[in-house]
Structures are given as structure tokens and as C-alpha cells.
């Protein structure tokens, strides 16, 4: 298992921006494919972004051009940068971890606990 930590939530008005930061421990992390998704209240949780080991990224169609991903494996934490933020992003933002092993058994992987992102209009 992965232990996963998220911050940098938080309120903000529409146009603006956040960082939201996953710290991740147990795992060699640079080997793991790191995503962020999200759930809003009534919705099914869904993948906002996502990196593999070798820093390729995908992007779900509502947030392309406008939250980027990273990683910085010397930290073990990910990131999202999310900028022009709209009123429909918001929701509660997962951090997940799939280790080489969970890829191998079609697994979800870890999960952190969650951050609350709410964009005002």
C-alpha cells in the first residue's frame, strides 16, 4: 500500500487558481503512475489527470488547457496546478497511486483522503 497525503485545497473565486500537492510514502514512488480525480456531490468520481513513470500525461477534455500535472520524484509528491478555475470544478480532489503491481492486477491502486476544492462564481 501507498500512503498518500493531499493539500492546497481550498475556496476560491471563478478565474483563479490552486496547487494542490500529493505527498506519497511506502512505495518506490518514481516507479508509480500518480493521478488526481475528483468527485462532486451526486457524481461518480471521475480522472482529472494523470502521469505515468516516464512524465506522459492525459488529461480529462474539461480541464485540458487549463490544470497541469507534475511530478517531482525527489519530493515523492505530485501536483496539480489549476488555473482559470470554473464553478463545476468543484469538488472533492483524490489523489491516486498505482504501483507497477496494481497496473499488473487491474487494480485502482491507493488513495488518499481527499481535498475539497470550491470555486465561487
Known amino acids: 500500500q501507498v500512503q498518500l497525503v493531499e493539500s492546497g485545497g481550498g475556496l476560491v473565486q471563478a478565474g483563479g487558481s490552486l496547487r494542490l500537492s500529493c505527498a506519497a510514502s511506502?512505495?518506490?514512488?518514481?516507479?508509480?503512475?500518480m493521478g488526481w480525480y475528483r468527485q462532486a456531490p451526486g457524481k461518480q468520481r471521475e480522472l482529472v489527470a494523470a502521469?505515468?513513470?516516464?512524465?506522459?500525461?492525459n488529461y480529462a477534455d474539461s480541464v485540458k488547457g487549463r490544470f497541469t500535472i507534475s511530478r517531482d520524484n525527489a519530493k515523492n509528491t505530485v501536483y496539480l496546478q489549476m488555473n482559470n478555475l470554473k464553478p463545476e470544478d468543484t469538488a472533492v480532489y483524490y489523489c491516486?497511486?498505482?504501483?507497477?503491481?496494481?497496473?499488473?492486477?487491474?487494480?485502482?491502486?491507493?488513495w488518499g483522503q481527499g481535498t475539497q476544492v470550491t470555486v465561487s462564481s
Open positions: 491516486n497511486a498505482r504501483r507497477p503491481v496494481d497496473i499488473a492486477a487491474m487494480t485502482r491502486g491507493s
Open positions: 511506502g512505495s518506490i514512488f518514481s516507479s508509480n503512475v
Open positions: 502521469i505515468t513513470s516516464g512524465g506522459s500525461t
